[in-house]
T-cell receptor, first 113, second 112 residues
Framework: EAGVAQSPRYKIIEKRQSVAFWCNPI?????LYWYQQILGQGPKLLIQ????????DSQLPKDRFSAERLKGVDSTLKIQPAKLEDSAVYLC???????????FGPGTRLTVL | GENVEQHPSTLSVQEGDSAVIKCTYS??????FPWYKQELGKRPQLIID?????GEKKDQRIAVTLNKTAKHFSLHITETQPEDSAVYFC???????????FGAGTILRVKS
């Protein structure tokens, strides 16, 4: 089966600019996650979707981050405006309804200058 | 909420030796504990996982042990090889599609 797809793979922006990331989960996976991985740390969950509904966004900085999964398949994560501390790898993962295993995409490496 | 601590942060072993990485968790309700391997610049990949109804699980050279009373679990890699060099993350979650809370990671270096 095809894996989780993400784009772009790399993005460099200046602070206060906006950026958007895209994720296409494994076909049939109802649950989609966005994680932020700062260099030298473990991934931290930003938001979790079950189909097109938000399950957990408790750690999403809602003043600047937003995410949607309108049709319950693809998802976009947006940062507006970006700060220096947003420099990180943004990982998308998906899992099926009946299994715990989360499959990760290759990530988008964001550098904010 | 859940908090996962992982030790050591770096680990160097000689090829052929064993490596052990330990994690503790805070939420006694957590019952799913995966381990991910992440090579430089690549995505995390699941290498083994364990559920709370099992005390130990083994897959070839890797094994995971879980002590629910003490709230800690460990990854054991035997007969280490250079290709085992990577960052290893432990994580904890509730069952069925809940978020993973990750440890800070362990950089494993296997010297040949």
């Amino acid at each position: 089966e095809a894996g989780v797809a993400q784009s772009p793979r790399y993005k460099i922006i200046e602070k206060r600019q906006s950026v958007a990331f895209w994720c296409n989960p494994i076909s049939g996976h109802a649950t989609l996650y966005w994680y932020q991985q700062i260099l030298g740390q473990g991934p931290k969950l930003l938001i979790q979707f079950q189909n097109n509904g938000v399950v957990d966004d408790s750690q999403l900085p809602k003043d600047r981050f937003s995410a949607e999964r309108l049709k319950g398949v693809d998802s976009t994560l947006k940062i507006q405006p970006a700060k220096l501390e947003d420099s990180a790898v943004y990982l998308c993962a998906s899992s099926s309804r009946l299994a715990n295993e989360q499959f990760f995409g290759p990530g988008t490496r964001l550098t904010v200058l | 909420g859940e908090n996962v601590e992982q030790h050591p942060s770096t680990l160097s072993v000689q090829e052929g030796d064993s490596a052990v990485i330990k994690c503790t968790y805070s939420d006694s309700a957590s019952n799913y504990f995966p381990w991910y391997k992440q090579e430089l610049g690549k995505r995390p990949q699941l290498i083994i996982d364990i559920r709370s109804n099992v005390g130990e699980k083994k897959d070839q050279r890797i094994a995971v042990t879980l002590n629910k009373t003490a709230k800690h679990f460990s990854l054991h890699i035997t007969e280490t090889q250079p290709e085992d060099s990577a960052v290893y993350f432990c994580a904890a979650s509730l069952e069925y599609g809940n978020k993973l809370v990750f440890g800070a990671g362990t950089i494993l270096r296997v010297k040949s």
